[in-house]
């Protein structure tokens, strides 16, 4: 079966690194495309990346050579194991020499090794930085799901802009394009936590009026979000203590986030109820608006 | 969205595996990386022109010095880059954990990591001294070193780590470890060389010109051991605690 | 002979180790699933003789890369949608 000459053999003792190389790279391809969570992506961005450097290794290896390390006979100071009182006098004269070429067969091709050794840590210093920018995305949107990402996304930007026109129509002023923005600034830095009550009422009408254009598993994830997962979480008994910290703590957390959010909305309700109001109305113009934005 | 991806991974996939069938044959001395002029000449030339039995780090630290050197300089920017983005950061949906300290620090695991994080220093000592001879280097040595203080922070809390290498030190010996790579590539260039040909040390030193080039590896070596060892551990601390370097995992 | 067929295990639970660090739910047991195809990537590398990209990524895709993104998922979402 392994015998030289062999389909079986040409294809997977001697081509066998390469074909693995390419279907770890697809792997994490498509983990880099498909996946949702921005995790899932960073894991297969490094398998993309580790399969690109195993084709850089597998390309170097010769067959029957050592690693690139000088054996003891060729070693510049290797010699002093054997023979001492023989080199002590010739030592001096010859010194060290040049190998021929098939000596350097003998030795593996340490290029590759060095273009990969130094792209190994700085991948991991990419990925710190990736994760970092994960945890700021999570504080910011509380998520590192893609879709519900583009969903938030969305929704702010709808927001920002009903908001705009509201506050033009209720100053008195004529104000300049410029002064509105700078008004409207810290409106969006806290609108998050005023948004989203709006944006449940929004994903239930969602539901009832257009259930053909969003996913029925979307709309799952985004209605009930908290019920299955504490569920689901508690029924696996090894991490049983830790999810209900993390559950103690979401909950411990949610009151407070609901004060805030009462807290924060005892200013701006009056402009709110007539901006849901108003946004029914002005939703679909704005559908058409914002992508050019 | 799965369904459409799987087109272009298809596709290169296939484009790939058609490629693979050009590759040289696993193994095959004479493909053309491992017959190239440079690669046997490092192989060939290594123990001639600096004495290092490590062909690896040979080539590492001299050969493509300046590769090296500006790879150090990429970790270290990562290290400020995630600084400056964690740094006081806080958004609507941060965890505002309330650092507890009454959860104590088990007696077992202290103990244990009490007595392994000096023995694992020391091995990443070895690592980085002993690079020239034997697998290891710079970045392995500061990595290994690096994680023994994020051991520490596992063990006790980030704040104990963080009193016996405080964050600020952390970039200053970051900074230190570049500055020290860039200054001995200086100082040959002073000495009438080119950036980073260290065999013109040979001048200050009382040595011979290939074995100026074997000492002056391992300040480099040891440059890179800095400012990855303190990147590493700013990354771990700073990603665990979301900036805030309270509390912790 | 032998070594052809190390060599060819690792491959091909390399292959295994990348689409489960890739399909399992939890973020948690994704990150360590990754850190075992790291450490299978460094055996594979060891035995193809680069030593010093093996120890490399020992401690770097096996240890500090895992270590924080454990330390990452804790402060995130543990759950994954997909």
Known sequence: MFEDGTIFNELFIERLNYIIYVILLLIGLHGMIAKN???????????????????YVSVGVKEGATIPIYLPEHDPHGSHVTNLEENSSSEESHGPVALDADLVKGYANPLPHVLMLTAIVVGVATLGLALALCQKIYQGYGTIEEDELLTK??????????????????SS???????????????????PSTQRPNAKLKAEAKTDSSTTKVKTSRVKSVSSKTKPMASKSTTTGSRASKSTTTGSRKSSAKPNTAASQSRTKAKPKPKAKPKASAQKTTASKLKSRTPKK | MKKI???????????????ADDFPEWGNPTAPASASSLSSHFISNTGVDTEVPNMVTAVLADYRGFDTMFETVVVFI????VLAILK?????????KKYTSSIEPDLIVTNTVRLLVPVIQIFSFYVLAHGHVSPGGGFQGGVVMGASFIMIALSWDLETALVRFPLDKCFLVAALGIILYGGIGLLSMFLGGEFLDYAELANILPVSREMARYHAMLGVEIGVGLTVTAIMFALYANLSTEGKLKGGL | ??????????????????????????????????????????????????????FTEATVGAGISTVVMVATILNLKRKSSD
Not at chain 2, 5 to 19: F, K, Q, T
């Open chain 1, 37 to 55: 969570n921005l995790i899932k992506k960073l894991i297969g961005m490094s398998i993309f990346q580790t399969a690109i450097i195993l084709f």
């Open chain 1, 153 to 170: 996304i969305e929704r702010q930007e709808m927001r920002s802009n009903p908001s705009v026109a509201i506050k033009s129509m209720d």
């Open chain 1, 173 to 191: 002023k004529m104000t300049t394009v410029k002064l509105e923005k700078s008004v409207s600034k810290p409106k969006v830095s806290s609108s």
């Open chain 2, 5 to 19: 991806s799987l087109i272009p991974v298809l596709v290169v996939g296939v484009l790939l595996l058609y490629a």
């Open chain 2, 78 to 81: 990562a290290g400020m880059a």
């Open chain 2, 88 to 96: 006081g950061s806080s958004g609507p949906f941060s965890k505002n």
């Open chain 3, 1 to 54: 002979m032998g070594l052809e067929l190390f060599n060819t295990m690792i491959l091909l639970l390399l292959v295994v180790a990348a689409i489960v660090a890739l399909r399992v739910k939890d973020l948690l047991t994704a990150s360590v699933v990754f850190a075992v195809y790291s450490f299978l990537m460094c055996l594979l590398w060891a035995e193809m003789g680069a030593v010093d990209v093996a």
